[in-house]
């Protein structure tokens, strides 16, 4: 058993139709036609979404999407047409809103990964693959790759794992085409956003990202290259063979697996509450991974 500890009820606002709950965002339709997106500070962690919030953090995905979105604009078209907040809405989506094209989304996660880690890392330590794909001799958690590559996977539901799937998978469901258009946008974003992050003092070890069609336009929908999305390590403390210092739910995961949190993953029970210094920590990585990426200071 997985999902909501305790699922939010939205927010009904004049002239918007709600149309789903997810993990962290609501998503809405205004009368127009275009949807809109409001980042929450929920926060989730091994298939759950946590009964406590981090605050500013639906700020800071947001507001990060929209930096990373104007650096890849002359790279690959992408949703956002405002951030205007609706008539009516609570104040407090100001700076968490975007109001997006609709599109027609291709049920991929489209993962690239210039470095080992994670699932990746399990599947390799087996059998010396990533989804399928053959990697040399050698590697460690966090060894850099040869060179980056696509390991697409499912979309699951709230409280389901998203499971990858051999690039064979992804051209037989939604067409060769296509396959070949997510994998090569997917590893040019990468391309680009890796740079720049590594000119910042920053190793991008992956990411994910969605795609939509805008007629037969190609388009980066959702959140782009944050810490919800993206493996994000400080590049002067990168060391292959261990487990890295990342900017994200790190000190979430560290404390729900500790016997402080009496917590155990494997069973039916939901996730306690996080402890306050936890909830502070947290923040302060994603502020700081917004800051250190993109030069600016969080307000």
């Known amino acids: 058993m997985s999902g909501f500890v305790e699922k939010p009820e939205p927010i009904q606002v004049p002239g918007l139709v709600h149309l789903h709950t997810g993990k962290v ?13 409001v980042a929450s500070d929920r926060m989730s962690a091994y298939d759950w979404v946590l009964p406590t919030e981090i605050p500013d953090k639906g700020r800071v995905l947001t507001q990060l999407s929209l930096w990373w979105f104007d650096q890849l604009r002359d790279l690959i078209p992408n949703h956002v047409i ?34 080992l880690t994670g699932s990746g890392l399990l599947e390799y330590d087996e059998s010396r693959t990533v989804c399928g794909l053959a990697l040399p001799e050698g590697l460690v958690d966090g060894s850099e790759l040869p060179a980056p590559i696509f390991t697409p996977a499912t979309k699951a539901e709230v409280g389901e794992h998203d499971e990858n799937v051999p690039y064979e998978e992804v051209a037989r469901q939604v067409g060769a085409e296509t396959a070949a258009q ?3 946008a997917t590893l040019a974003v990468y391309a680009r956003a890796r ?22 336009t190609l388009v980066l929908a959702d959140e782009v290259l944050t810490p919800d999305s993206s493996r994000f390590w400080p ?20 404390w729900l697996t500790s016997a402080e949190s009496g917590w155990d993953r494997r069973s039916e029970q939901p996730p306690p509450p996080l402890p306050e210094d936890v909830v502070r920590a947290t923040r302060q990585k994603y502020v700081e991974a917004y800051e250190r990426l ?3 200071g969080w307000i």
Not at 25 to 37: C, I, T
Not at 82 to 106: F, S
């Open 82 to 115: 405002g951030t205007e907040v609706p008539e009516g809405a609570p104040a407090d989506w100001a700076g968490r809103t975007l109001v997006c094209k609709q599109l027609r989304m291709i049920p991929v996660e489209c993962v690239a990964r210039g470095y």
């Open 294 to 296: 993109t030069g600016l």
């Open 235 to 254: 590049a002067d403390q990168w060391q292959p063979g261990r487990t890295q210092p990342s900017y994200d739910k790190q000190f979430v995961r560290n």
């Open 182 to 184: 997510l994998r090569q």
């Open 195 to 216: 740079d720049i992050a590594r000119d910042r003092g920053i190793v991008l070890a992956d990411t994910k990202f969605e795609f939509g069609f805008d007629g037969d």
């Open 25 to 37: 965002r609501e998503l809405y339709q205004n009368e127009a036609g275009d949807l809109v997106m």
